[in-house]
């Protein structure tokens, strides 16, 4: 019993001859670049979708990268903001503590001052009473020039005197301290004498004088 043969299986053949079938010389440099030429243009057939597909998704990946990029800038732009603000508030805190201490030591000193002021004034009072029943002897014109120096110092430095007399009676300036009837009702709640001057230091009273006050009375109908 005879065996067929098998085809043999189609493969890939490397002809290794220097002479082809009609005898001619062959270029196995030639060939061999011939083959690796098709290779290589089979391979970029192949590759040719994915090299179209590739701009499309380097572009999808950049634009989702600059998104996130401004929503990191539109934060950080806000936090700045937001520093800024709370940065000015505290610098106008401040300001506003500084002038807020300054007028507190302001009124303080001006405290301060009055009280010496009040001081000086009952000693210029206690000269006022000795220069009443004093004469013209040199004494008392030395006397005179402390008092009048005294009350120098103290304008210059704010006191100012209340010049009340033949004003209408203020119990914010004045205490009334004795009462005169008169007959002009013209005349009625004026004052008609200081008897102890009143002083003010920066727009507030010191000291009320102590005046004597007119009263007019009507007459009593018949």
């Keep these: 019993m005879s ?16 002479f082809d079938h009609e005898g001619n010389s062959r270029n196995f440099a030639e060939d061999t670049f011939v083959g690796e030429h098709e290779v290589a243009q089979e391979a970029e057939e192949e590759a040719q979708p994915l090299s179209e597909e590739t701009p499309r998704t380097r572009l999808k990946v950049e634009d989702e ?15 700045v903001d937001t520093l800024a603000r709370a940065y000015q508030e505290v610098e106008r805190d401040k300001e506003e503590f500084k002038r807020r201490l300054q007028r507190e030591r302001e009124r303080m ?7 010496i002021s009040l001081l000086l004034i009952e000693a210029v ?8 029943s004093a004469d013209e002897s040199p004494l008392s014109v030395g006397v005179r020039m402390i008092r009048e120096n005294l ?13 009340l007399e033949g004003t209408v009676f203020d119990p914010n300036f004045a205490e009334a301290v004795d009462l005169q009837v008169v007959d002009n009702p013209e005349d009625n709640m004026k004052i008609l004498e ?29």
Aim: proline share 7%; hydrophobic share 40%.
């Design 109 to 115: 000193l001006d405290l301060e001052k009055g009280k």
């Design 125 to 132: 009072d206690e000269l006022n009473l000795c220069l009443k």
């Design 151 to 163: 009350l120098k110092k103290l304008k210059e430095n704010g006191l100012v005197l209340l010049e």
């Design 194 to 222: 200081v008897l102890s001057p009143g002083y003010a230091f920066k727009e507030q009273v010191l000291r009320p004088a102590r005046v004597r006050v007119a009263r007019h009375i009507p007459p009593a109908d018949a």
């Design 3 to 18: 065996h067929a043969k098998k085809p043999a299986a189609p493969g890939k053949v490397s002809d290794k001859r220097r």
């Design 65 to 79: 990268e600059l998104s996130r990029l401004q929503s990191e800038l539109e934060t950080a732009r806000a936090r």
